[in-house]
Structures are given as C-alpha cells and as structure tokens.
C-alpha cells in the first residue's frame, strides 16, 4: 500500500520558474527522504530530512518537514528542462519490514 | 549512475511461466532491497536481503522469493506468473545495517506478462 501521497499528480512549469511538491503520509516515519525517477528507470536519491529537522537545503533543492501535519514539501527553484522527472517521498515506517515506502508521485514537466 | 546493475533489461514472458531477475549492488553493500513499480504508481516494497538472510518483506505472496549470494548480489524470483505482474522492478543496494537510510537504485528491469 502507498504510504505517502505527493500533490499535485503532474505538474507544467515555464523553465526558470520555481516547483514546489508536497507529500502527505499517514502514519509515522522516520527520516522522510525524496527521490527522482526520470522516464521509469532507476530512483535517485535527493534528500533526507530527519524527523527533527524542519527544513534542509541541497543546491536548488529546498525540503521542509512538518510532522504535526505529517507532512513535506519540496522546493525545486530556478527549474532547467533536465529537471523533468518524477518526484517520490519516502521513509521508513516501522511495522517490521525493512524497506522504503513511497507515495504515487508528482509527474513534473518543464517547459523550455 | 549509481553502479547498481540489474538484468535483463526488459521480459516478456507468459503467464503461468517463472522468471528470475538479477541484481548486482554496487560495491561493498551488503542490503539489497526490492520493489515493484506498477505504472502510474510508487514503487512498493517486495523484500530486502541482508548479509544472504531475508531481513523484512512487504505485503507479497511466497510466490516472490529472493536469494543474496556472498558476493552480495541478489536474485528475484517469481512463480506462476500473472499478468498483474506486469511492472518495473527495481532493485536498491545499501551500506551498512538494515534501514541504511539512503538506498542506491538500479536502472530497473520492466517485466511483462501476456
């Protein structure tokens, strides 16, 4: 089952203009992290934020962590075409299982 | 690139049919994970191996199996064969203990059953 679920599911932006993606998850995690996937292959990691952080910068990667709200953001500024992509959150929920558990994902598409 | 290799790139097999899919983690990881990209959807969770023992599995039936062999290379399984099987599946090596946080992905073998 999805954990997370990312908002909005797509989203078209002029290049240069800044993206801004949230994840909202159910229960608990620990250590939300973001990953990119462009064209269905392989996940890249972004960042991790841990559950006592609030926000965290990486170059033009901006992550906030709201766990009253059990929720996240990310922040893409100054978007370029290679940014296109899809975007997940994920973590780790407990339960016994040992792998992440990721939302559906934001579709992202700049436009040149 | 994250020096996670998986093969075969793409399958078309039948349903009903058995196939095994391989991964090779990038060196000196000793985690691999699984998981299942149905399209449209997040990856979901198959199960991790770590230092060759099953160490957590998702919600998926026994017909997924796996094996970590010493080198830390990792083989999925999966018998009888149904045509929801159909996805991307992705394979992510890892350093250190279970729940290493960040997780290296292989570029994903997209498998699908007619």
């Known amino acids: 089952s999805q954990q997370g679920e990312e908002d909005p599911q797509a989203l078209s932006i002029q290049e240069g203009e800044n993206a801004t993606m949230n994840c909202s998850y159910k229960t608990s995690i620990n250590n939300l992290q973001w990953y990119r996937q462009n064209s269905g292959r392989g996940l890249v990691h972004l960042i991790l934020?841990?559950?006592?952080?609030r926000e965290k910068h990486s170059g033009r990667l901006r992550v906030t962590l709201d766990t009253s709200k059990k929720s996240s953001s990310l922040l893409i500024t100054a978007s370029r075409a290679a940014d296109t992509a899809s975007y997940f959150c994920?973590?780790?929920?407990?339960?016994?299982?040992?792998?992440?558990?990721f939302g559906k994902g934001t579709h992202l598409i700049i436009q040149p | 690139e994250t020096g996670v290799t998986q093969s075969p790139t793409h399958l078309i097999k039948t349903r009903g049919q058995q196939v095994t899919l391989r991964c090779s983690s990038q060196?000196?990881?000793?985690?691999v994970s699984w998981y299942q990209q149905a399209l449209g959807q997040g990856p979901q969770f198959i199960f991790q191996?770590?230092?060759?023992?099953?160490?957590g599995r998702g919600n998926f039936p026994p017909r997924f199996s796996g094996l970590q062999f010493p080198n830390y290379s990792s083989e999925l399984n999966v018998n009888a064969l149904e045509l929801d099987d159909s996805a991307l599946y992705l394979c992510?090596?890892?350093?250190?203990?279970?729940?290493?946080?960040?997780?290296?992905f292989g570029p994903g073998t997209r498998l699908t059953v007619t």
């Open positions: 994920a973590g780790y929920s407990g339960g016994g299982a040992d792998g992440l558990t």
């Open positions: 934020i841990r559950s006592n952080e």
């Open positions: 191996y770590y230092r060759e023992e099953e160490n």
């Open positions: 992510a090596s890892s350093l250190g203990r279970p729940r290493s946080y960040e997780q290296y």
């Open positions: 060196s000196g990881h000793n985690t």
